[in-house]
């Protein structure tokens, strides 16, 4: 620009354009929009470190929950001793009165020894720790003094003189019986308003035993007005009632703020006191707080209480994870720094992770192999000839009392004889050179050394004892995964053998039941002593067996004393005469209690016996099978129980100054190591080991340790069960409302009312599915409708409507189909069939409710009375939305009224014959549930929580989440595919099913992930329908109905559980972490699974436009 | 709208008859002596048409010749869409609309109640503005129309296929990617893929609308010379805001305005010697 200078007074050309680059600088960086970059990055780097601060924090606690930490030892300074892992350190308040009651415990057990040179130590170390605590505490003495000094002496006395005048005031509206009270009591409160005036001013000039004593006056005054007061309150006067009241409330405030303000004066008139002796007590100020805190003088008792907790100092402490439950009666244990005179990490000290009783911690002392000597077939003969002589020689006449006390002697003496000479051969068998300690276990059950044993003694196994800390850890090593192997076979056994077996003697019973129900008479109870007395034959028939095989070893072994062989002979003879006796009279018994069961059942008794015949059947079979099971249990526990290690704990007692050594026995074990011993290599392994168990294991210990398997197969079949339902009813739904539905009002309040849905509280829905699935449904599946509290037609009612409904329903299908818009106007008719289809569940949901309402609201007595109306009003609701929605709105529709109002009406029926449909499932005469028998017996099957229901209470939950995406979806699909497809001559369905759908598969899709990360994070509503603390089975099986009825374990459960409901909580914590970590990547997994099927049909269907 | 100081064409009357439309009033269709010597496929009578309490159309009549390329134009709004999409009732899709009149197509009535409005749409074929393949394969797509109708045979399809796509000059550029799905042709591309099933059903109509507006110049150019080649085979309605387009690819032409049928006759005569002035004007762009 040219001429910048002269012509002044009219703006320039230049001046103009300065001024416009000013503004334009100014509003530069608004236009430019530089603030809502930084707004809106700002705001998403908060949410993302909020994302990631949360994650990290989990995945981290969560990662470390399973590593080995060292294992530590500390010694206190008080002799006290802790052996564990340290579980968290932090700062706390170290006050005077944790100093105080310290001192006092070590004083207490100064008292209590005897031994002289124990109380010396002991006192050494309460020396030693007394010193420290005041030398930690003595500097925060005088800050704690200076502070007592705001004792807030004005305020209170500000708050106690505002109660004053409401006292004043409600009295004199009193009309209190005696004349002179309230007058003196106005005197006193004048007075002590005069003090307040006086405090106000120069609180320091109050002379503290004049207002103190006059604040006690004012007291025993208010103290008799209340009294009275107190009375006409109780007594109650009607007209005044509300002025007692108030005055009342009034005298109690006033009372409790003066005394107040008396404390606070006492104290004042107390602190020189109080703070001459402590400056005086120097080392010994413990002491004296505790003297003085003691006082007789409120003012100095109550300073002197306040300050034990105001001297405090920050200081840290360690929390110790020091297991050794039965031993320390605790888990864990705090341990302030200062208390600590030494902290090591000794190489041999083991973490010992017990399936009972939680961690032990302790050094390794021995380990012990035991080996059973194995009985001969001699000494078995022999001895059961002894029980039998034993058992049944009283059979004999007394004659021969003698005789068999020498038959007895006799065969004890053979059995002596062969014990002793099997104990040494077995001795020389077991001993071996290069061995440890050996041992030989006695009858009696003494160990004694090999050469001790003498030479008719009966040794019964041998031991070998590993001693030392080396040792026994080798040992172990070897031993532990063998006991492992036993315990897994074990395990097998008892859950799937035995759980098979259960489950066939369960069905057998059941069996007998429903035969019981179908007939109508009792037999179970009859069946049962029948089985029982069989049971007795068996036994008595084994007896016999035995018995004979015992005479038969006597016959041949004993034939140089025929005494003796043929006494038992003869013994055998009477034995079985008894025991016919005993078997006739019992198969007797049975013949009777046939005969009867056959004539309970009348014409029935063919089948019915068939029937009880396999049950008797089934039972010996099972109960034979359950003792074969247990003694391969018993065999295998008799191997695990041959391995023990000894260990030394140390710490133990309420004083934590006790060592104590415990055997434990291997079996009980399932993992030890001495953690500080290990590299990282082997910690490592360790740390994978209990992922391992963690994943795949059940839990133990109120599920604080071991694993969750149990509970991720919950809730992954919860999940699945819940996203195979949700998915197609949500995406049905919503293919009507954007396909079909006309837009409009009432399909605006509609998507309302889904999208509130979505805002119903959990809870609600859990309550919900309990009320309606568990006990409504489930009942009815379970026991029909009578089980279900639903009132049941009469047949002939029944009838009646069933075929009404029928005909009806046949008469409206016709007139909808003859009189429909379809075919020719397929482009703008809404399809008849799908209409009623979404009927359907709308009713059902209405029935449900209504019936809800009535029963457990309402409190209804005869619920058909007032559900009938309900119903109606329900469908009439429905059809007229039907109607709106599909009939009046066809466009171009060239059908004359009454063809439209046929089909109408056709379809009005068609849709009230489903109501009526459901109406006759519910009453239904002729059900009596699929479950009864279960029912009877006291089990209900799906009347109760149960997976099926879970996922079907979660589906409902989520129903709204899959509606919504899918509507997304479809309105995503552009309107120009339609138009072409309907160009080429498609029908409407057609166009959906070719076209739209297979485009809006992918935002289906999205809604079932959200559905599903949604379902599987639920936890509110589970808890009343079906998820349990511990479940005793997978939910997952082969026999119908699969699994699904049972109640099963959840992840998210399991963290409400295992974090706020465990009583071992401290140990619990870690897992929570760990298990919300393990829920978040489960649902990550289902997720991105679902999202890798979404993106191959993305790419499938909807690629680039251009 | 300017008319001031223009040469009165040959034989084009004085008076403006778009000012006469503007005003509301009644207005004759020009239509020129050829076309009644044609034989005729689709005739619209009376034809009224409401978007609403919008009318959009008004009064139309027109009688399409067979065999022939007929050309809509006009300017934007005048209603050329909404008359190509009521030949085969799409636009019954859309609510609130309202006609009185009819159409015949050989003979049979459009706007019949008892007419099948899918069998109807079945002998028409229609390309729209923004090529629309739908999510499928490129053969999956233009044998569309033979799948709803429950075709199974194979051989058939495949034949069909084929000469559909070269009928659309497709075949050779696909031919080897028939499976591939159709979403990721080029916008050229996409547009012939919905010519070809637009013809893949034989129908008896085409109906376009604005089928180059979308597609760039080349791309263009390749449909211009199909619908060359589609002339005579089949008859075409076409709406176009290209004269050149209009003047090259069409028999016959009829220029709307306001939702009235102005002036109709073949292209040549249309483009040459129009009638009225209001067409001259505006093919010569001196309005719209
Ligand atoms: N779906 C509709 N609803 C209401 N009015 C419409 C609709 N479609 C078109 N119209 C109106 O009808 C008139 C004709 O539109 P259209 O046939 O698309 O014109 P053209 O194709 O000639 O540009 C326009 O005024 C337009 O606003
Ligand atoms: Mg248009």
Redesign the pocket.
């Known amino acids: 620009m040219s001429d910048p200078a002269g012509h002044s007074g009219s703006p320039t050309a230049a001046s103009i354009a300065a001024e416009r680059t000013r503004i334009r600088s100014r509003s530069s960086v608004l236009s430019a929009g530089e603030p809502m970059i930084w707004l809106t990055g700002g705001s998403l780097m908060l949410c993302l470190v909020m994302v990631v601060l949360l994650l990290g924090y989990i995945f981290k606690q969560g990662m470390m929950t399973f590593w080995p930490g060292p294992v530590t030892h500390i010694v206190t300074e008080d002799g006290r001793q802790y052996l564990g892992e340290i579980a968290r350190e932090e700062e706390f308040d170290f006050t005077a009165t944790a100093a105080w009651s310290m001192w006092t415990a070590l004083e207490q057990r100064i008292q209590a020894t005897a031994d002289e040179k124990a109380k010396a130590e002991l006192t050494a170390q309460r020396d030693t720790l007394l010193a420290k605590t005041v030398e930690l505490l003595s500097p925060e003495l005088d800050p704690a003094l200076a502070d007592l000094e705001n004792d807030g002496a004005v305020d209170a006395f500000r708050i106690a003189s505002s109660s004053i005048d409401a006292v004043h005031r409600s009295l004199s509206a009193l009309e209190l019986p005696s004349e002179a009270q309230p007058r003196q009591v106005r005197d006193n409160l004048t007075k002590l308003l005069a003090l307040q005036t006086l405090f106000n001013r120069s609180p320091d000039q109050v002379d503290l035993d004049g207002a103190i004593g006059r604040l006690e006056n004012a007291q025993q005054h208010l103290a008799a007005v209340q009294k009275s007061v107190e009375l006409m309150f109780y007594i109650g006067g009607d007209r005044d009632f509300a002025r007692v009241r108030h005055s009342r409330t009034a005298v109690k405030q006033l009372r409790d703020r003066l005394a107040a303000v008396q404390q606070v004066l006492q104290d004042r008139r107390a602190r020189p006191e109080v703070r001459k002796a402590l400056q005086q007590a120097g080392d010994r100020f413990l002491h004296v707080l505790n003297d003085l805190a003691g006082s007789t003088d409120p003012g100095v008792a109550h300073t002197a209480q306040n300050l034990r907790d105001a001297v405090r100092v920050r200081h840290r402490r360690r929390l110790l994870r020091t297991g050794n439950y039965r031993l320390s009666k605790t888990h864990f244990d705090w341990v302030a720094d200062f208390e600590i005179a030494t902290s090591a990490a000794p190489p041999w000290a083991m973490v010992v992770e017990r399936r009972e009783w939680g961690r032990f911690y302790g050094f390794p002392q021995s380990f012990t192999q035991k080996t059973r000597r194995p009985p001969s077939d001699e000494e078995h003969q022999l001895q059961s000839v002894q029980t039998f002589l034993a058992r049944h020689g009283r059979l004999l006449k007394n004659e021969d009392a003698r005789a068999i006390e020498a038959a007895k002697k006799q065969v004890q003496e053979k059995l002596q004889a062969v014990r002793s000479h099997r104990s040494q051969d077995f001795l020389a068998k077991v001993k071996s050179d290069d061995a440890p300690v050996q041992r030989a276990l006695l009858e009696g059950g003494q160990a004694v050394p090999f050469d001790r044993v003498g030479a008719d003694q009966n040794v019964i196994g041998a031991l070998r004892i590993s001693e030392g800390r080396a040792q026994a850890w080798e040992q172990w090593t070897r031993h532990h995964p063998v006991v492992q192997t036993l315990f897994d076979r074990e395990y097998v056994l008892r859950r799937s053998e035995i759980g098979r077996v259960n489950h066939d003697q369960e069905q057998s019973r059941l069996s007998v039941r429903q035969l019981e129900l179908d007939t109508d008479v009792n037999l179970l109870e009859t069946a049962m002593q029948v089985l029982t007395l069989q049971e007795q034959i068996n036994a008595l028939d084994r007896q016999m067996e035995q018995a004979a095989q015992a005479v038969e070893y006597a016959r041949t072994h004993f034939q140089a004393d025929a005494k003796t062989a043929s006494l038992a002979s003869r013994l055998l003879v009477r034995f079985r005469q008894a025991n016919a006796g005993n078997r006739n009279d019992r198969v007797r018994q049975i013949g009777q209690l046939e005969a009867e069961l056959k004539a309970r059942l009348g014409d029935e008794a063919e089948d019915g016996m068939t029937v009880l015949q396999s049950f008797w059947r089934t039972q010996q079979r099972t109960a034979e099978q359950t003792r074969e099971i247990n003694e391969q249990i018993e065999a295998l526990d008799r191997q695990q129980a041959r391995y023990e290690i000894e260990m030394e704990a140390i710490g133990n007692g309420p004083n934590r100054n006790r060592a104590t050594k415990t055997t434990l026995a291997l079996a009980d074990i399932v993992r030890a190591y001495p953690a500080n011993r290990f590299s990282r290599g082997e910690k490592w392994n360790v740390y994978v080991a209990r992922w391992g168990e963690f994943l795949a294991d059940d839990p133990r210990e109120a599920n604080s340790e071991g694993g969750v398997f149990p509970a991720i197969v919950g809730t992954v079949v919860m999940t699945l069960i819940l996203a195979m339902v949700v998915v197609p009813f949500g995406a049905l739904a919503a293919l009507y409302l954007r396909e079909y539905a006309k837009a409009g009002p009432i399909v605006s309040v509609i998507r309302i009312a889904i999208n509130n849905l979505a805002g119903v509280p959990s809870i609600v829905f859990g309550v919900f599915g309990m009320i309606f699935f568990c006990y409504m449904v489930g009942s009815f599946i379970d026991g029909g409708p009578r089980a279900a509290s639903i009132p049941v037609l009469p047949k002939m009612w029944w009838f009646g409507i069933l075929i009404g409904a029928a005909v009806a329903e046949l008469l409206g299908v016709i007139a909808a189909y003859a009189n429909r818009g379809g075919g020719k106007h397929d482009n703008q008719s809404t399809p008849w069939l799908l209409n009623a289809a979404l009927a359907v569940p709308l009713m059902a949901v209405w029935i449900a409710a209504a019936g809800i309402w009535l029963r457990w609201i309402a409190g209804a007595e005869s619920v058909v009375g007032v559900a009938v109306p309900l119903m109606v009003l329900g469908m009439a609701g429905v059809f007229f939305w039907m109607l709106y929605s599909s009939t009046f709105c066809e466009k171009n529709d060239p059908r004359s009224f009454f063809s439209r109002l046929v089909y109408m009406v056709g379809l009005a029926t068609a849709i009230a014959t489903v109501a009526v449909v459901i109406f006759l499932v519910a009453t239904t005469p002729f059900f009596d549930g699929f479950y009864e028998a279960r029912l009877v017996d006291g089990n209900p099957t799906f009347g109760k929580g149960a997976l099926i229901w879970a996922s079907l209470t979660l589906a409902l939950l989520t129903l709204p989440v899959v509606i919504v995406a899918t509507e997304e979806a479809l309105s995503a699909v552009p309107n120009s595919m339609r138009e072409g497809s309907y160009a080429c001559g498609a029908s409407k369905w057609q166009t959906i099913q070719r076209i739209v759908l297979p485009r809006a598969m992918p935002g289906i899709m999205t809604g079932m992930i959200l559905a599903m990360a949604r379902g599987a994070g639920e936890v509110a509503p589970l808890m009343l329908v079906g998820a349990v603390k511990l479940a005793p089975k997978l939910p997952v099986s082969w026999n119908p109905p699969f699994g699904v009825d049972r109640s099963f374990m959840h992840l998210g459960f399991h963290i409400y559980d295992v974090g706020f409901q465990s009583p071992n909580s401290e140990a619990a914590k870690p897992m929570v972490f760990t298990t919300t970590f393990l829920l978040i990547g489960i649902v990550a997994v289902l997720n991105v699974t679902a999202i890798a099927l979404r993106t191959r049909l993305r790419r499938k269907f909807v690629a680039s436009q251009f | 709208m300017s008319q001031t100081g223009i040469d009165t064409p040959n034989g084009a009357e004085g008076e403006s008859r778009l000012e006469a439309i503007v005003r509301g009033e009644q207005v004759q269709t020009e239509v020129h002596e050829a076309i009644r010597h044609e034989q005729i496929i689709l005739d619209v009578k009376d034809f009224n048409l409401w ?2 309490d ?1 009318q ?1 159309l008004f009064d139309n009549n027109l009688r399409v010749s067979r065999g022939k390329v007929t050309a809509l134009i ?12 009521s030949v085969n009732r799409i636009n019954d899709l ?1 609510d ?2 309202r006609i009185t009149g009819d159409m015949i197509l050989s003979g049979q009535t459009i706007y019949d109640p008892s007419v099948d409005v899918i069998e109807l749409r079945k002998r028409m074929g229609m390309v729209f503005q923004k090529p629309n393949p739908f999510p499928m394969s490129i053969y999956e797509n233009v044998v569309y129309a033979l799948r709803i109708d429950g075709e199974r045979n194979r051989a058939l399809l495949d034949e069909t296929c084929e000469r559909a796509l070269r009928g659309a000059a497709l075949w050779d550029e696909v031919k080897d990617r028939l499976h591939d799905s159709a979403l990721g042709m080029s916008g050229g591309q996409q547009q012939r893929l919905c010519i070809a099933r637009a013809i893949a059903a034989e129908p008896d109509v085409l109906l376009m ?2 089928p180059c507006s979308a597609l760039d110049p080349i791309a263009t150019g390749k449909i211009e010379d199909l619908i060359a080649e589609l002339r005579g085979e089949y008859t075409i309605l076409i ?1 176009t805001h290209n004269m050149q387009q209009a003047s090259r690819s069409s028999d016959y032409t009829v220029f ?1 305005y306001l ?1 009235r049928l102005v002036e109709y006759g073949p292209t040549s005569d249309l483009f040459e010697r129009p009638h009225l002035r209001d067409t001259e004007d505006y093919i010569t762009g001196r309005f719209g």
């Open positions: 978007y609403g919008k959009a006009g300017p934007s709004g005048c209603g050329k869409s909404t008359l190509l999409r859309i609130n609309v609308d604005e709406v709307m939702g």
